[in-house]
């Protein structure tokens, strides 16, 4: 891994790695250090590449690299078959547990900006504790029944604070959501409860006007009662029996009406004779009775049923 950082500082193939300022502030710096190992002339400032030469001496002994893998599904094993130098080239530390201390310190890391009083944040920190302890527990016994790993982490308890706190976070806030909920209905509630006893106030005014005004419609009923029996029966018994004879008199003109046009039917055709017998009449039998000094009786008779009719 050093052999290809110095292969690409060497080749070139990072350009401006360093601006020409920084590196004529490494150049100035190493040129004491430089001197010293040997690395220079005490006659010659020296070449840049000199300096570079040195400098990634220095840099490759210095150099620590530091890989973090979880050991947790395939991709570890999958990482270390394709690169054999992972355990050829390296020192393998495993950190799987953390002492009950660093597990309380780190849950007083995480939760530090969230609103929990002290002795609350301590009891969360020992309950998470007692969670990661469980889950090793079951992971030992998982191990003991089913031959197969569960690697129960450092990462595994730091996804537990995360999930508490992020649950913590939802709560609250539809906590917060229910509390102005219940605060508005009490507020409704309450502005109600002034409005009715407005309203009682009002009614307990308003009473003694009210049973004023019942008092006041029970005398006119009883009133309208009185006059009703008094007054409007008597003149709806007088208005019935002259509806009744008036009924009769009008059952009576049309018996007589029926029976005058029956004696109109009757005298119709008579009438209709007479004025056959009115047109035959002449202004010479006009004439002719006018001068007849004693008509005969039948004509007396005829003459006097026509001035009766008349």
């Known amino acids: 891994m050093l052999d290809d950082v110095n292969n690409l500082l060497n080749s070139g193939s990072v350009p401006n790695l360093f601006q020409p300022d920084e590196r004529m502030q490494i150049e100035e710096s190493l040129r004491t250090a430089a001197k010293k190992a040997g690395r220079l002339n005490l006659h010659t400032s020296g070449t840049h590449e000199d300096f570079e030469d040195y400098f990634i001496e ?38 799987t547990r ?18 929990l009083e002290l002795e609350q944040r301590r009891k969360i920190g020992k309950a998470c504790v007692q969670l990661q302890h469980g889950a090793l527990a079951l992971s030992e016994e998982y191990l003991k029944r089913q031959r197969r790993h569960v690697y129960v982490t450092p990462t595994s308890y730091l996804e537990l604070l995360k999930t508490y706190r992020a649950v913590l976070t939802a ?5 917060l959501r229910l509390s102005s909920g219940y605060s508005r209905g009490v507020e409704t509630l309450l502005s109600t409860a002034e409005v009715v006893r407005h309203m009682q106030q009002e009614l307990g005014e308003k009473q003694p006007r009210l049973e004023e005004m019942t008092e006041e419609a029970d005398v006119l009923m009883q009133q309208i009662k009185k006059e009703s029996t008094e007054v409007v029966e008597p003149k709806q ?20 009406k029926r029976e005058c046009d029956e004696d109109l039917g009757q005298a119709l055709p008579a009438l209709r004779k007479a004025q056959e017998a009115l047109n035959t009449i002449k202004s010479a039998d006009i004439i002719e009775l006018k001068h007849a000094q004693k008509p005969p009786e039948p004509i007396k008779r005829v003459l006097h049923a026509v001035c009766v009719i008349c």
Do not use: Y
Request: include cysteine.
């Open 58 to 95: 220095r840099t490759g002994a210095h150099l620590h690299v530091v890989l973090a893998m979880s050991p947790v599904g395939g991709a570890l094993r999958d990482r270390i078959r394709n690169f054999p130098s992972l355990v050829n080239c390296c020192t393998i530390d495993w950190h």
């Open 98 to 115: 953390w002492p009950d201390e660093a597990l309380e310190a780190v849950c007083d890391q995480i939760l530090d900006d969230v609103d």
């Open 171 to 175: 709560e609250r806030e539809k906590t």
């Open 237 to 256: 018994a007088q208005i019935e029996a002259e509806e009744a004879e008036a009924n009769a008199m009008a059952q009576a003109a049309q018996a007589m």
